[in-house]
């Protein structure tokens, strides 16, 4: 049995957990209705902490003040990009003339964007709150505490880094590396609830008794992460096409992209086999555990998303 204690750790780490996968929803609505730029500042949203819904409730020079806001902050990033060996990567955001091109105000889309920010910041506060709570493992089981520290750390720069996706007007590569920022913040978040569980009770790690199990879904999980990464790509060359093409139809898209879209095409069916594979296996091999009703629901997540 859980003490009271263990009980309040497992239930926070799991309503945090169910709170990122709403905030990685949250975000992947924002990237696909463009609200990225729904609000130009951060952390507040147009300097206010409930945002206008008009324009008229803005200043008449509000879009060069955001411009010049932005252009400041990216000099000192391009200076921390230089200072760190990134030469090529500062010049781009220096030069990038995308950055200049001030945004029109659009109450939706700046909506879409606040949400998204207040269902973030409530996930700052469960991430806290775990770890807050993980201290009772510290001297037995420090591991959860560590990681639970180490996922605090990991939002804040998580935060910073979505200040960085504002300024520079949504920089392909940024966006790129604050989604994988995000799935690594969610992949220590249900280790930590999985291993905080598996303490008392041991069914949990049953599946650790199967090695060729181990070896297949690690390597779901790399192949996974590097599905998300090219599927960030994709999205990003959508970007690029539409620029280049304004007046492309939705149905055209796809064939302007060239062979990243075949790789990330291609990649899905792995992903897939994989998958099954282990499913196949866990039936086979505990075919009444916990674990066949989680090969379920992850092949079915599988095949949905593809």
């Known amino acids: 049995m859980y003490s009271i204690k263990e009980k ?11 709170s990122l996968f709403f905030l990685i929803l949250a975000g992947g609505v924002v990237r696909s209705s463009g609200s990225g730029m729904g609000c130009p500042d951060w952390p507040k949203c147009f300097d206010q902490y409930i945002p206008p819904t008009d324009v008229s409730q803005l200043p008449a020079d509000y879009q060069q003040k955001y411009v010049e806001g932005r252009l400041k902050k990216n000099e000192k990033f391009a200076t921390m990009l230089d200072k760190a060996g990134y030469a090529d990567l500062a010049y781009k955001i220096r030069h990038d003339e995308s950055i200049k091109v001030p945004e029109e105000f659009n109450a939706g889309k700046t909506y879409t964007e606040y949400i998204n920010r207040l269902i973030g910041a409530l996930t700052g506060v469960f991430l806290l709150l775990t770890f807050i709570f993980s201290f009772q493992y510290f001297k037995a089981n420090s591991r959860i505490t560590i990681l639970s520290f180490l ?3 990991l939002v804040f720069f998580q935060a910073w880094l979505g200040s960085i996706v504002v300024s520079t007007n949504l920089v392909a590569w940024i966006i790129t590396v604050h989604m994988l920022v995000a799935v690594l913040i969610i992949a220590i978040a249900i280790y930590t609830y999985h291993y905080a569980r598996a303490i008392k009770d041991v069914t949990i790690t049953s599946i650790y008794r199967v090695s060729v199990l181990r070896v297949l879904l690690l390597l779901g999980l790399i192949l996974s992460v590097i599905q998300i990464t090219i599927g960030t790509e ?10 280049q093409n304004p007046s492309l139809a939705r149905e055209e898209w796809l064939t302007h992209l060239g062979e990243i879209y075949s790789y990330h095409k291609d990649l899905a069916l792995f992903v897939i086999a994989i998958n099954v ?4 296996l866990i039936q086979r091999s505990l ?12 092949v079915g997540l599988v095949l949905f998303q593809v």
């Open 287 to 298: 075919p009444n555990s916990k674990q066949h009703g989680f090969a379920k629901i992850l």
């Open 8 to 18: 309040r750790f497992i239930r926070i780490n799991l309503i945090t957990v169910i």
């Open 277 to 280: 594979l282990a499913y196949i």
């Open 151 to 153: 996922n605090l750390i």
């Open 234 to 243: 994709v999205r990003e060359a959508i970007d690029a096409v539409l620029q």
